[in-house]
Structure formats: structure tokens, C-alpha cells
């Protein structure tokens, strides 16, 4: 029997799931909690949830979402027996037997979501790829899962009692933020879950009646056991649970955002590189500084040869060399972030270049900074940074401040002189790729950029999606 076949029979005779799953039920609970404050007033149309086990998400779904059309999976086919029990005469409700694994679910999705069955899972970053790929553009994700730290006093028990634990390493959160795909923005939060069984003997039959003693490790023995009860100490017996609780968004079209570490660290120019190397198109949302020089959208055709098909307008054009914020007051009006519209650009017609303005903070309008907005498009990030003495400190802040987002940051372009110890220090502490170093070009033309386009990796290896 294979390791999904015998996941699916411990949970196939979970008979008494419901009455013994109380953090199941918490979890799913705030993860439900979670996703209504994402969606606030708005409702996803399609939801695809993975290991929906007997309907303790399910349910709350149903709740948030009344018109939404569910399909609801589990590996364990009994389980879709009792969930189907709990809602009967669903007519928007469908159940399918599926490995969250290997989705053979059809999309496209605007809401994918599990609650604590990932931690099931065998390979977490190859699941979260595939089920993003039944994401609508914009679509999310919305997840729970054991992480670090979890059953601590359980294992503890085992160690006193000098037995083996079965019990699996969860992730720590740092391992979760990784596997994120990388087309799209995702944070990971934990918060604990404490349990308090009536004593070990108790946690350990509850245990069982989840279906959640499935190990990949042979069982205690009976005298193994005993001694692990003893060691567990006095009743009641408390239990925590380290929840990590995720929430993604897919970029509605493939690309990357371009920023910087400050103004004039050479985004434009390594845009226009990006946009030949890759066969990009190319949009400036947000473009100041006019009234001095000509406009970046201007360059970057010029610089990449760029058609008019590839080159979408600005949302918005000002003449003062000034932050988007300070430059619309000159202009004596504000920037609307919610009017920003994105351009219409098919995933067909290959990757978008789009280049912020200035660094990741600055300012866009009252209590909105550059980085909202990149959160908001959820596209990866290029960070270009100088090669000069000082960028570690500017290149490594920035690289803090677009994580804390969830912003994936696909590399660093340095520009200028070559800095050895600069970029093994940036490499090294920011756990970021180089994408390449650009060297001083003059005089700076076509020709220059073509050149330096000839330094950037394919689009398909930075990114890892293809053509997606």
C-alpha cells in the first residue's frame, strides 16, 4: 500500500472525527475568519477546497459565500460520505476524491483553500505550484497547517520515555514563505492552538479517531506506549498546536516589478534590458519628473527598440521631479491607487516589465507607498540596486521590507563599477540571486542595451514558470 493509500484508510475509519476534532475545528474557524476579511464585501464564484474532510471549513464556507460554487476534496472517500451528510441538498456543492498533491480538479478558481491537510503533504512547494496553476488571474489562496513547534510536550514525552516519536518535523515559517510560487505575493502567520485531553491516554485515542496517526515510522509497541503515557506527566494534559495559517495571491498576468534602492539607480535602463531580453512589454504606471527630462516610457522605447503594441501609458503623468505624491500636489491634484488601472495584457503575449518609481517606500498618495501598489499587482520583484560603497545596508533594507510584504523577489541587477565584496555580502545575507551586473556604458543607446540584455538570464529560468 502506497503512502497516500494508507493516509486515506487511517482517514477512511475516522468514524468519530467531528466529536474528537477540536483544533480542527479552531483552525478552520480563524482560517474562515481570514479569508472573509479578504474578501470583505466582494465573494469568489468558484472555491476549490483540498482535504475538506468532514466539512468544518466546508460549512463556514457555505456561510461566508452563500452563492459560491464549492468543490470540496478529500482523499479519503468516506470523509466526502460524512461532509456530504452535514449539507445535504447542496446544489452548488460538488465533492470529488482527489490527492491535494496531484489536483486533477477543473479551473479556473478564484478561491483555493485547506485546513490542516497540508501538513500531509510530501512535497509542499510542488502542490502549492500546481494548485496555483487553477488560480484565475488574481485569484487566491487561503491555508492552514501544522508548523514548528507543534506537539512539543508530545515528543517531549517520547524523549523522557527514550521512544522514537513519530511524530513528523512540521515546517518552520521561514520554510513555508519560500515555497510560495513565485508568480504571485504570499505571507505566512503562525499563532498556537492550545489543547487541554482529558489526560495522554485520552489525546492519544483521540488521536486515532482523526485518522491522524498515520507516520511514515513504525508504530510504538504496547510497553513503548505505556512508558510514553507515563512520561507525559500529570492530568490534564496540555497539547499545542503551531498553526500557520498562508494567504497568496496570483498576479493577474506573468511580469515583474521593477524598484530600486533609491531615484536614479538605473531602473530605467535595466527595464529596457529586461524588456529585450525577455521580449517584454513594457508599463510605467506612474511617471513624474517630465518637465526635466523625457519620460521613462520615452527611454525605454527608444533604449529596447520597443513597438507601440508593447508599451502601455502611464495611469498618470506629472512634470515635477518629485515622489508620485508630491509631485500630483504640485499638479494640485491626488493619485486615486484604487484608479490605477492595469493595462490589458494577455499572458499569451509574454512577460510585463513594470517599473515603479524611485525606491520600495515611496510615497503614492496619503497612507499608499510604492510598495502597496507592488503588493497589490503581486508580481515578483527585480531589485536594482548600485554597486557603489553603501548599497549593502540600502540593497539589504529593501530586501527586508519587500519580504515582509510577501513580495518574491526574484533577483538584483548591480549597477556600475564591479564590487566583488559588495555583491558576495549582498548574496549572502539577502539570500537573494544576482540576476547580473551592468558595468558603465558609454555612450548609452540600443546598442549598449542590448548588450546588457545579453548579461540577463531567459525569462523561464528566473521565474521557473515557463510561459506561464
Known amino acids: 500500500m502506497t503512502r497516500t493509500a494508507r493516509i486515506a484508510a487511517r482517514f477512511d475509519a475516522a468514524d468519530d472525527y467531528e466529536q474528537a476534532a477540536r483544533v480542527q475545528r479552531l483552525a478552520a474557524m480563524e482560517l474562515a475568519r481570514r479569508i472573509g476579511r ?4 466582494e465573494a469568489p464564484a468558484r472555491i476549490l477546497e483540498i482535504g475538506c474532510g468532514t466539512g468544518l471549513l466546508t460549512r463556514e464556507l457555505r456561510r461566508l459565500f452563500p452563492r459560491a460554487h464549492i468543490t470540496a476534496t478529500d482523499i479519503a472517500p468516506r470523509m466526502l460520505d460524512r461532509m456530504a451528510r452535514q449539507m445535504p441538498g447542496d446544489t452548488h456543492l460538488r465533492l470529488h ?6 489536483p486533477d ?13 497540508m501538513q500531509w503533504f510530501h512535497n509542499r512547494a510542488q502542490a502549492l ?6 488560480l484565475a488571474p488574481g485569484g487566491h489562496m487561503a491555508l492552514a497547517t501544522l508548523a514548528a513547534g507543534s506537539l512539543a510536550q508530545w515528543r517531549a514525552a517520547y524523549d523522557r520515555a527514550g521512544v522514537a516519536c513519530p511524530v513528523p518535523d512540521y515546517p518552520t515559517q521561514a520554510r513555508l514563505q519560500a515555497e510560495w510560487p513565485v508568480m504571485g505575493t504570499g505571507l505566512w502567520e503562525v499563532s498556537q492552538i492550545v489543547d487541554m485531553p482529558a489526560t495522554p491516554l485520552a489525546f492519544a485515542r483521540e488521536l486515532r479517531a ?19 503515557l507515563a512520561a507525559a506527566g500529570a492530568n490534564p494534559f496540555t497539547v499545542s498546536y503551531h498553526v500557520a495559517y498562508g494567504q497568496f495571491r496570483r498576479a493577474a498576468w506573468p511580469g515583474v516589478f521593477v524598484t530600486g534602492t533609491d531615484t536614479d539607480v538605473g531602473k530605467t535602463v535595466a527595464s529596457a534590458a529586461l524588456v529585450l531580453a525577455w521580449h517584454a512589454a513594457y508599463w510605467k504606471p506612474l511617471q513624474s519628473g517630465t518637465d526635466d527630462a523625457q519620460s521613462d516610457s520615452t527611454s ?13 501609458p502611464p495611469a498618470a503623468t506629472f512634470g515635477a521631479s518629485l515622489s508620485p505624491e508630491d509631485a500630483a500636489a504640485r499638479a494640485h ?20 516589465v513594470v517599473e515603479g518609481a524611485g525606491g520600495v517606500l515611496v510615497p503614492i498618495a496619503e497612507h499608499y507607498l510604492m510598495i502597496d501598489l507592488m503588493v497589490r499587482l503581486a508580481l515578483p520583484v527585480v531589485l536594482v540596486a548600485r554597486s557603489a560603497l553603501g548599497t549593502i545596508n540600502h540593497t539589504l533594507l529593501s530586501l527586508a521590507a519587500l519580504r515582509a510584504r510577501g513580495l518574491h523577489v526574484v533577483g538584483v541587477i548591480l549597477n556600475g563599477p564591479p564590487e566583488p565584496l559588495a555583491r558576495s555580502a549582498i548574496e ?6 544576482i540576476l547580473a551586473d551592468f558595468p558603465p556604458v558609454i555612450p548609452m543607446g540600443p546598442e549598449a542595451v542590448a548588450e546588457l540584455a545579453g548579461r540577463l538570464p531567459p525569462w523561464a529560468q528566473v521565474t521557473g514558470e515557463g510561459g506561464q
Open 38 to 41: 479578504q474578501y470583505g464585501q
Open 97 to 102: 476524491v482527489m490527492d491535494g498533491q496531484a
Open 105 to 117: 480538479a477543473q479551473g479556473p478558481f478564484d478561491l483555493i483553500c485547506s485546513s490542516l491537510a
Open 129 to 134: 505550484h500546481a494548485l496555483a496553476g487553477l
Open 210 to 228: 482523526i485518522g491522524a496517526t498515520h507516520t511514515d515510522h513504525p508504530p510504538a509497541t504496547a510497553g513503548q506506549m505505556r512508558r510514553v
Open 300 to 312: 525605454v522605447r527608444q533604449l529596447a527598440r520597443l513597438e507601440d503594441t508593447r508599451l502601455y
Open 333 to 352: 491634484t491626488r493619485i486615486a491607487p484604487a484608479a490605477i488601472a492595469l493595462p490589458p495584457h494577455p499572458a499569451a503575449r509574454g512577460p510585463l
Open 428 to 433: 549572502r545575507h539577502g539570500q537573494v540571486r
